[in-house]
Every structure is written in C-alpha cells, then in structure tokens.
Nanobody
Framework: QVQLVESGGGLVQPGGSLRLSCAAS????????VGWFRQTPGKERELVAVITSAGITNYAASMKDRFTIFRDNAKNTVSLQMNSLKPEDTAVYYC????????WGQGTQVTVSS
C-alpha cells in the first residue's frame, strides 16, 4: 500500500522560505515520477514541480526560479524548497507519485501572509 505523508507547511511572511517534505512508504520514489501539486479553493489542482526517475525536473513557469524539487533516495523522500514566497503561493500542497496510477498525500497548508 502506497502512502505519502507531507510535512513542513505553515505560515510564512512574503519573501520568506519554506521546505516541504514527503515521506513515502510502499513505493520507491527514485524509481518513479514524483512531485508536488497545489490547490486553492475553487481552483483545480495545479502542477508545482515533478522529478522523474531519471532525475529530470519540470516546474510550473511561475515557480521555476524560486522552487527546487529534490529527492533523498536514502530516506525515500521528496522535498520542495520554496524561496521568495508570495501571497499567491498560498495553497494546500500535495505530494504526488505515479506508479501504474496516481497516488496523493493528504496535503499540507502553506500560507504566505504578513
């Protein structure tokens, strides 16, 4: 059974940084595509960043220069380093993995506000 558990969300001021982490069980993250999505009320879930099994990364255009996705293969985790956060980055962030289907974490709230 695949489980993804996010951590690291919270409240941060504009311009600040936050790191999200996703711990996985039942799946080897380095062998699959994994990533982060986010969602705000009334909107569809959107891609933030993904990393493939080959280590290729892809980012949403508005986040490419501010966010970094990386894996810790020893810990079987995927993390998202978010810098220069803006109020519009406020959302619930979801960890995602694909292996013959989509798997999602429960989400973690990120609020960017002064």
């Amino acid at each position: 059974q695949v489980q993804l558990v996010e951590s690291g969300g919270g409240l941060v001021q504009p311009g600040g940084s936050l790191r999200l982490s996703c711990a996985a069980s039942g799946i080897i993250l380095k062998s699959n595509s994994v990533g982060w999505f986010r969602q705000t009320p009334g909107k569809e879930r959107e891609l933030v960043a993904v990393i493939t099994s080959a280590g290729i990364t892809n980012y949403a255009a508005s986040m490419k220069d501010r966010f970094t996705i990386f894996r810790d293969n020893a810990k079987n985790t995927v993390s998202l380093q978010m810098n220069s956060l803006k109020p519009e980055d406020t959302a619930v962030y979801y960890c995602w993995a694909y292996r013959l289907g989509n798997y999602w974490g429960q989400g973690t709230q990120v609020t960017v506000s002064s």
